[in-house]
């Protein structure tokens, strides 16, 4: 059987985070593979139950772009815990293979999708990252089988290139944050879109700040109150990255820029945000940073954001600066679960690990 299909033990590599120790696992490795980005694909989780997805395709040494293979297959997978991330199986639904490595044709929605299900999960992909076109998935049943691709509309902009990242409003509403392609066709910029009949149609709600030089992508989206958003988006421009917030006051339909929480994430394009909201109201930014010290670092806020917390250093010890597109969890007693791809050395396979830490 391959090392991927076993329930994999922990590995016991301790750091510390503002003096509490933190636990770091293996959630897929694989000698000769590369396993990346679950900011992508997105996280879910019912209590101590994770899922998460990601991309596992096949190393190949290079240090000025992703180290993967794009001459042999790549697949859509997932890895599930049943003990709140310490131990994880990785899992292969056939429903999510992508239309350009033969999956299913994408159809329309026929709606009539139940947001509020407490078993439910969504997941939302791209077949490029500049113009798409772009595509959901949907699962009633915690990620065990999936109902998809349905097509997104492009919302009248050069092209949708989504990952996933939404708000449920309701049993047939939800807001999409995704990145549509800029008027030149390059990426990107972030808007959000709204369904009010389970996922049959969708329509362009606003775009979250101005057209950027660079590009202003992957946002990551809490709801603070009834009305109130907070989103943390990637930014990039003249070579130099970091993350911005932007709020809003009237459930999406307008934004204002709030602050930089993060004001450098490194060189390589700057890295994703992944932001939640804990159980006791503060708000968990968890993010790669690629420069060197290649590393895994968070940031903690007591007031919705107007204000962060020192830098918390995850994990140090990166190999290289191919890491990071965090996606985080809060498990039932109170420690998050935040997961990321890696690399120890950069002549070897790129992993997805998870941190259990407490902030």
């Known amino acids: 059987m391959s090392r991927i299909g076993l329930w994999l033990p922990v590995c016991l590599l301790m750091t510390v985070a503002q003096g509490e120790a933190v636990e770091n696992v293996i959630v897929y490795r694989e000698a000769g593979r590369y396993g990346g980005w679950p900011a992508n694909h997105g996280i879910w989780s019912w209590g101590d139950e994770i899922v998460v997805g990601f991309q596992a395709g096949y190393f190949k040494p290079n240090l000025e772009r992703h180290a993967i293979d794009s001459s042999k297959p790549v697949e859509d997978v997932q890895a599930r815990s049943l003990d709140g991330g ?17 999956g299913a044709t994408p159809v329309a929605s026929p709606g009539g999708i139940d947001f509020t299900h ?3 999960a969504l997941t939302v992909r791209m077949e490029s990252s500049s113009v798409g076109p772009s595509h959901f998935w949907h699962s009633s049943d915690r990620c065990r089988t999936w109902k998809g691709p349905f097509l997104l509309p492009d919302f009248g902009q050069p092209g949708i290139a989504a990952r996933t990242d939404y708000l449920v409003n309701g049993r047939s ?36 700040g101005p057209e950027p030089a660079g590009f202003s992508i992957m ?33 999406g339909a307008t934004w204002r820029f709030l602050n930089k929480p993060v004001t450098d994430t490194g060189g390589r394009g700057s890295n994703p945000p ?9 708000l968990c930014l968890v993010y790669g940073y690629r420069s060197k010290p290649y590393s895994i670092r968070a940031k903690v806020s007591g007031d919705g954001g107007l204000t962060w917390g020192n830098e918390i250093m995850l994990r140090q010890g990166g190999g290289s600066w191919d890491l990071g597109y965090v996606r985080s969890v809060q498990r039932s007693d109170g420690k998050v679960v935040s997961i990321y791809y890696f690399a120890d050395d950069p002549a070897k396979e790129r992993f997805i690990a998870a941190t259990i830490w407490e902030p």
């Not at 944050?177 to 008027?183: P, R, S, V, Y």
């Open 173 to 208: 509403e939800a807001m999409l944050f995704l990145t549509a392609a800029k008027q030149n066709k390059k990426e990107g910029r972030v808007i959000a879109v709204r369904t009010g009949d389970g996922g049959k149609t969708w329509k362009l709600v606003s775009f979250v």
């Open 86 to 102: 310490r131990t994880w199986k990785v899992e292969r639904p056939p429903e999510l293979r992508s239309p350009r490595r033969g």
């Open 219 to 251: 946002p990551a989206t809490v709801r603070l109150s009834g009305k109130r958003l907070l989103t943390a988006i990637r930014r990039w421009e003249s070579q130099v990255g970091w993350i911005e917030t932007y709020v809003s006051d009237d459930n």
């Open 118 to 120: 407490r078993d439910f």
């Open 274 to 282: 992944s932001m939640i909201k804990l159980k006791d109201g503060r």
